[in-house]
């Protein structure tokens, strides 16, 4: 157990539907990374925040948005659901060492789009 | 755009082999961190390394983190069945907070 939570764990939902995935980082991190894992594939990194602040981007889409709340749980959201947004998301946190984290992952949200 | 190459995409053993994977990329990383994925579960931690040159140890597991800080190496020594799963390794970019992974090596031990 990485003790970071997840939740939910399994999301089906329909498209053009809006849900919202929640992440709890372990105790004393600062840090939340998202990232979306496809059928079969590689992780790929979403958005960052440290305490509070988004900290760094990647390849996510402006139909997704992100936010991380003073108790430092943070929450995915996705609108306008598409059948390719069917993923595992997964959630990271980090201890910091000034721009050095290392992750520990959540179990993630199995999203499935109808 | 930045990616990490990671070999071999694949690769069946025998119980009791040693394994080797790489990753391999153009641009400098802070930081190389090793996970193990089973299916549907979240990555787990096995390895991070800091510092270029790093050699480190974790049970059968061994990494190090390339001197240029473009690669870095995974061992497994006496693979056990246990050990299949997605190997991916993961770089966090220089001069910046984004992490890359690499697209994984799937191991199948044969018992």
């Known amino acids: 157990d990485s003790g970071v939570t997840q939740t939910p764990k399994h999301l089906i939902t329909a498209t053009g539907q809006r849900v919202t995935l929640r992440c709890s980082p372990r105790s004393g991190d600062l840090s939340v990374y998202w990232y979306q894992q496809s059928l079969d594939q590689g992780l790929q990194f979403l958005i960052q925040y440290y305490n509070g602040e988004e900290r760094a981007k990647g390849n996510i889409l402006e139909r997704f948005s992100a936010q991380q709340f003073p108790d430092l749980h943070s929450e995915l959201n996705l609108s306008s659901l598409e059948l390719g947004d069917s993923a595992l998301y997964f959630c990271?946190?980090?201890?910091?060492?000034?721009?050095?984290?290392?992750?520990?992952f959540g179990p993630g949200t199995r999203l499935t789009v109808l | 755009g930045q990616q990490l190459n990671q070999s071999p995409q694949s690769m069946f053993i025998q119980e009791g082999e040693d394994v080797s994977m790489n990753c391999t990329s153009s641009s400098i990383f802070n930081t190389w961190l090793w996970y193990k994925q089973d299916p549907g579960e979240g990555p787990v931690l096995l390895i991070a390394?800091?510092?270029?040159?790093e050699l480190t140890s974790n049970g059968r597991l061994t990494a190090q983190f390339g001197i240029t800080r473009k690669d870095s190496f995974l061992n497994i020594s006496a693979s056990i069945p246990s050990d299949v799963g997605i190997y991916f390794c993961?770089?966090?970019?220089?001069?910046?907070?984004?992490?890359?992974f690499g697209t994984g090596t799937r191991l199948k031990v044969l018992a």
């Open positions: 990271a946190s980090g201890g910091l060492l000034h721009s050095t984290d290392t992750q520990y």
């Open positions: 390394l800091y510092k270029a040159g």
């Open positions: 993961a770089g966090q970019l220089g001069g910046t907070y984004k992490y890359i």
